[in-house]
């Protein structure tokens, strides 16, 4: 089994709408999408190994202060990202994957441990979750329903 390596972890507001999440994201993304913001988090041996007592920890240390626990990545590796998504639906926390795949090619296994999905790549000149142009669809993945109106000003 390989490990999930992260390069930022912190506790976010905007990324999920109406939630306080603790975010991770990993590194070793093999999309590689052009302009992206994160591209120093490419190299897949960078970063820290996320490990289940660290995480156990986390979601321990910040408990009646987060609602939801969110990935950026990670679904490159389903096996290990299945065990971090079920930890967090045992604190009775919501879960959130920030991907540039579409929905229909993040692993199935995943789908049934998420409350909310990011899909679609980074394209420079369609603009991210915030704009009306955005390729990117954020999905409350309970009914279905697109959400990026929640990212408009």
């Known amino acids: 089994m390989r490990n999930l390596r992260y390069k930022h972890e912190e506790v976010v507001w905007i990324e999920v709408p109406g939630e306080v999440s ?5 590194t070793g993304c093999p999309l590689r ?3 992206c913001h994160s591209a120093d988090t490419w190299k897949a041996s960078s970063g820290e190994i996320l490990s289940i007592e660290h995480f156990s920890r986390r979601l321990q240390q910040y408990r009646n202060l987060i609602s939801c626990v969110l990935f950026m990545g990670g679904e490159w590796l389903p096996d290990e990202l299945t065990a971090y998504l079920a930890l967090s639906r045992q604190a009775n926390l919501k879960t959130c994957l920030y991907t540039g795949l579409e929905k229909e090619q993040v692993p199935a296994q995943l789908l049934p441990l998420l409350d909310y999905l990011k899909t679609g790549p ?3 000149e369609l603009g991210g979750l915030d704009q009306s142009s955005t390729n990117q669809r954020f999905i409350d993945l309970k009914n279905g329903t697109l959400l990026n109106h929640l990212f408009h000003k």
């Open 33 to 35: 999408c052009k302009g």
């Open 22 to 26: 603790l975010a991770y994201q990993f």
């Open 122 to 124: 980074w394209i420079s």
